[in-house]
């Protein structure tokens, strides 16, 4: 069975600096990797996902991550963050032929003026 | 293209009494599953339903059911509700045919037990 860990629960940040939320899985098959966003009250919105081909991913907002087979990590970074980047973030695996999602306990990002 | 519906939205219950919640997918979307999200537990997951069969089924007591239409729209039932069971409760639709895509979520109904 696949498993998903978040390596930090809050992670503080100034406006404009860049940020990296680490996630590392465990599984011993192949698998989809994604990077979910939630906002506060709301459900869990797409941000980025690695399915095959190219290990760098670029999604929505100006986030990508990079999947890193040996290393069996899925990194989300930006650049420079905005404010409006406060947001939980959850990293989740989905082994081939399961259509079930496992995800991390989830990574909360505080954006600081 | 409409997206996940979860109702209600909101709900408060007393200890003891049973709550069903509703769901309904993305139109085409067959598969649907159900997650419990708590501040100390995360994202938990309940169960999935697909062609109106249970086909996952996480680790959670009786008490916690569900079913699927015809329509792929999904309830799920709680019966005598207890404190811990104050969530978030998200509903979460696939499509299934082919390559694997993402889920996409509705934005949940928050349950509070007194």
């Known amino acids: 069975a696949q498993s998903v860990t978040q390596l930090d629960s809050q992670v503080p940040v100034f406006e404009e600096a860049p940020v990296e939320l680490r996630c590392n899985y465990s599984?011993?098959?192949?698998?989809?990797l994604f990077w979910y966003v939630q906002y506060p009250n709301q459900g869990l919105q797409l941000l980025l996902k690695y399915l095959s081909g190219s290990t760098l991913v670029k999604g929505i907002n100006g986030f990508e991550a990079e999947f890193n087979k040996s290393q069996t990590s899925f990194h989300l970074r930006k650049p420079s963050v905005h404010i409006s980047d406060t947001a939980e973030y959850f990293c989740a695996v989905s082994e081939k032929g399961s259509y079930i999602p496992t995800f991390g306990r989830g990574t909360s990002l505080i954006v600081h003026p | 293209k409409a997206g996940v519906t979860q109702t209600p939205r909101y709900l408060i219950k007393t200890r003891g009494q049973q709550v069903t919640l509703s769901c309904s997918p993305i139109s085409g979307h067959r598969s649907v599953s159900w997650y419990q999200q708590t501040p100390g537990q995360g994202l938990q997951f309940l169960f999935e339903y697909f062609s109106e069969t249970q086909r996952n089924k996480g680790n959670f007591p009786g008490r916690f059911s569900g079913r699927q239409f015809s329509n792929s729209r999904s309830e799920m039932n709680v019966s005598t509700l207890e404190l811990g069971d104050s969530a978030l409760y998200l509903c979460?639709?696939?499509?299934?045919?082919?390559?694997?895509?993402?889920?996409?979520f509705g934005q949940g109904t928050r349950l509070t037990v007194v």
């Open positions: 599984s011993s098959v192949s698998v989809y």
């Open positions: 979460a639709s696939t499509w299934d045919r082919g390559e694997v895509t993402e889920a996409f």
